[in-house]
RNA sequence: GGGCCUGUAACUCAGUGGUAGAGUAUCUGCCUUUUAAGCAGAGAGCCGAUGGUUCGAAUCCAUCCAGGCUCGCCA
């Protein structure tokens, strides 16, 4: 009988036994002298040494044959085999030996030498126990090919399983815990990059009476002293306008941000979005401090201005390309949008059998346009500019032609990057748009932005010429890892309750 | 939300109406330089869930749950 509870119970089983062998299931401490990594890049030194060394880690695999046997242990740096004969241990230990299930944590105290194979491998002199693991692990066995690269039989593979059970991935897949390294490195060269050029990281609120500053219902949660309702911020845009107006010139903040909107491979409910303000630039500054900052990651996680993604080499080396939203539909669809007739674009969707959005003015007629036929064309970095008004309720207007505003988005991979725009500080028009976007609401625009009266309040005070940036680090992390799902750059990433 | 696909042992998967299978893992035995160790044997499953059709269902039908791809929605 070996069901999975069985095998729960055959295992408690051995603890009984190492207690009746006097041997501590999960002691307090361990004695680690050295990583593997560090006995896999000094082999030749620890060989030739003879220095006594301490290992600890997680048993991978075992083989046993009689008095001897070998298994490997793995670190968070490697993999090392260990060698373990029943005259070199003693009797106990080679007992505790033969009790050890993969999954266990054990230390191993011996010397490096070669195996009759040529193998790199501790002979074990002491073995202790560190912590006697109770639930089988899944099977893995990997074989080192002739050319080195390993080969993996019943890889630990289903997604949904990776996902839910994390832990079992990184264990079982350790090449995964690349990703979240790059995620790691591309996080903290970009904090890098903003610090040295004077921006001051802060934190505002997650929970918000109001919410605002993008597109998107809200989660809503209750507070229950105050007998309230907050809603988790969908941006943080409004907060470090505040900050602006109250004379921090250049700020960011880098966070989680919730929006209840649907899930697919490009949206989780919780992501991590970086804003950064900065007074006295305008919409093209932001343009070349976007380009810099992303051109310094790369550079800082591979060592080179490009990164390959799906097969295709992405160019990071600059400058790269604006070109306008109408040029682009020009260019890709073959239609000049530059009317802004509303009639006319809706013909233009019959043509092409599109379904027009309801409630859609002629702004966002040739948004959604521009999001069909180019949005996936656009693999080299490119910065899209001239949004239409109607759609950038808090960008400033064009100068010479108001029909548009001072806004660009990036796009890389066929995917949204960076979105910035010159922000509108003229309170008496930002009034005037938010208003449009609360009319919006009423006509059933779950999306649309609410009034926030405390944020026309600040900005009545008077707010800097300023520009602003949105990037959204989940997306730039898929790019910089090669992956096409937010769920595979997100540790834990948002599921379904099992049913 | 629509369409297509998937769900069988701890892992990877066969099985399309007639007694639930394989490899790995596990357990027992042998084996003191193995390496996807080997040899011999054993155990292990509510076939995602619930209903239905049938003498008989993992298999056919319906509904539901979960996941993937895709379309729609979505800064």
């Known amino acids: 009988m070996h069901s999975d509870n069985e095998m729960l119970r055959m295992r408690r089983e051995k603890l009984d036994t190492l207690a009746d062998m006097n041997i501590s299931a999960y002691p307090a401490r361990s004695a680690r002298t050295h990583t593997i990594d560090n006995l ?7 060989i030739a040494g003879e220095e006594r060394v301490i290992i600890a ?3 991978n695999s075992k083989r046993r044959m009689g008095k001897a046997g070998f298994a490997n242990l793995r670190d968070a740096g490697g993999v090392i085999q260990l060698f373990i004969r029943k005259n070199d241990v003693g009797n106990d230990a080679y007992e505790l030996f033969k009790l050890l299930d993969l999954g266990d944590f054990v230390q191993a105290e011996g010397t490096c030498f070669h195996t009759r194979t040529g193998e790199y491998s501790v002979k074990v002199e002491k073995l202790v126990l560190l912590s006697k693991s109770l639930r089988m692990l899944p099977t893995v066995k990997e074989q080192v090919l002739e050319d080195g690269t390993v080969k993996r039989f019943d890889e630990f593979a289903d997604i949904e399983l990776r996902y839910r059970k994390r832990y079992l991935d990184l264990l079982l897949n350790p090449e995964r815990r690349r990703t979240f390294e790059v995620r790691a490195q591309f996080i903290s060269a970009i904090r890098r990059f903003l610090d040295e050029r004077g921006f001051l990281e802060v934190e505002t609120p997650v929970l918000q009476s109001l919410y ?8 809503v949660t209750h507070h229950h002293t105050l007998d309230t309702d907050f809603f988790l911020r969908i941006a943080t845009e409004l907060y470090l306008k505040r900050l602006v107006i109250g004379g921090i010139e250049r700020v960011y903040e880098m966070g989680k941000n919730f929006r209840n909107e649907g899930m697919d491979r490009t949206h989780n409910p919780e992501f991590t979005l ?7 630039a305008d919409y093209n500054d932001i343009m070349e401090l976007t380009e810099e900052m992303i051109r310094m990651a790369a550079q800082a996680i591979f060592g080179e201005e490009r990164l390959t993604f799906q097969g295709e080499v992405i160019e990071l080396a600059g400058p790269w390309r604006r070109a306008s939203m109408l040029e682009l539909i020009q260019e890709h669809a073959g239609y000049d949008a530059s009317h802004f007739d509303a009639d006319r674009l809706r013909a233009f969707y019959k043509q092409h059998e599109l379904e027009p959005p309801a409630h859609a003015g002629p702004g966002k007629l040739i948004e959604e346009l521009f999001a069909h036929f180019c949005e996936p064309k656009l693999v080299q ?16 207007r064009r100068e010479d032609d108001d029909r548009f505003v001072e806004r660009f988005e990036l796009y890389i991979a066929g995917y949204e990057c960076a ?6 500080n003229d309170p008496i028009d930002q009034r005037t748009r938010l208003e449009a976007q609360a009319a919006l609401r009423d006509l059933g625009d779950l999306e649309a932005n609410v009034v926030d009266e405390d944020f026309l309040e600040a900005m009545e005070y008077g707010m800097p010429p300023t520009g602003g940036l949105g990037i959204g680090i989940d997306r730039m992390v898929m790019l910089f890892t090669d992956n096409v799902s937010i769920k595979e750059v997100i540790l834990f990433p948002q599921m379904k309750r099992e049913g």
Do not use: H, I
């Open 40 to 46: 896999l890049a000094n082999e030749d030194a620890y």
């Open 57 to 59: 880690g997680r048993l």
């Open 212 to 219: 605002g500053g993008a597109n998107a219902r809200p989660f």
């Open 274 to 280: 970086l804003e950064v303000y900065q007074a006295y």
């Open 381 to 396: 970095p490119t910065f899209v500019t001239d949004f239409p008004r109607e759609v950038s309720p808090l960008a400033k």
């Open 419 to 424: 979105n910035a725009f010159s922000e509108l």
